[in-house]
């Protein structure tokens, strides 16, 4: 008799031109067991294949490897980052409040989303693959509204004369926000300011660099 999905606790082999839909599903049980459990190293092939109810070869037939599967996850939400700033941001005009908009609400999404956050942006270069490196980042949207936030500020004369490289101080405002979150997401159970400690510590940035 030919085992049944059910008596191997297997799926029977999708149709040909299924292999996507198999796809976003391994996905998406990768995501649901690292927001679940929090950790990275808790979410095994084997797991995610027994999830979905396939043999860990199925999953290699679609990501390389482990890194290559929780990094595909955390695309998503580098992509829910990016909607989030951006839409935080719309219809703020004036440059210095929108440069302030724009590292809350990026601080606000890496504490609400802590796991992703911390594989997106706080994993080893040589464990995250060669196509998450830097490049990536930098040419993201979001990155790219940063930038034009900057440069308005220098135009309009905002920030002090000496100060007139908008791509390096648009990387050293998301290195000091990066900063913070990364404290805030490694080290959840400090003894953290009450209050509206992080408006306060994006001001504080901002203020380091006006006129």
């Not at 942006?121 to 040419?139: I, S």
């Not at 002090?160 to 080290?187: C, I, M, N, Q």
Request: contains cysteine.
């Amino acid at each position: 008799m030919t085992p049944s999905a059910t008596t191997t606790g297997r799926r029977p082999r999708l149709p040909k031109g299924e292999g996507r839909q198999l796809r976003d599903e391994i996905l998406a049980t990768t995501e649901r067991m690292l927001l679940e459990t929090g950790s990275v190293q808790a979410v095994s092939i084997r797991a995610v294949a027994d999830a979905v109810g396939v043999t860990p070869p199925s999953i290699y037939r679609h990501f390389a490897d482990k890194a290559n599967l929780i990094f595909e996850v955390c695309a998503r939400h580098f992509d829910a980052l990016e909607d989030h700033i951006i839409a935080a941001a719309a219809g703020v005009e004036g440059p210095i409040e929108r440069l302030a908009t724009l590292g809350r609400s990026y601080i606000e999404f890496g504490v609400a989303n802590p796991e992703p956050y911390r594989i997106m942006f706080m994993t080893r270069p040589d464990v995250a693959p060669e196509h998450f490196h830097g490049k990536v980042l930098a040419d993201a949207s979001c990155f790219d509204l940063l930038l034009v936030s900057v440069q308005d500020c220098i135009d309009a004369g905002l920030l002090r004369p000496e100060l007139t490289d908008a791509y390096g101080l648009s990387l050293g405002f998301w290195a000091r926000v990066h900063g913070l979150t990364s404290l805030l997401v490694s080290k959840p159970m400090m003894d953290w300011p009450a209050g509206d400690f992080v408006d306060q510590y994006v001001d504080d940035c901002i203020r380091g660099v006006v006129r």
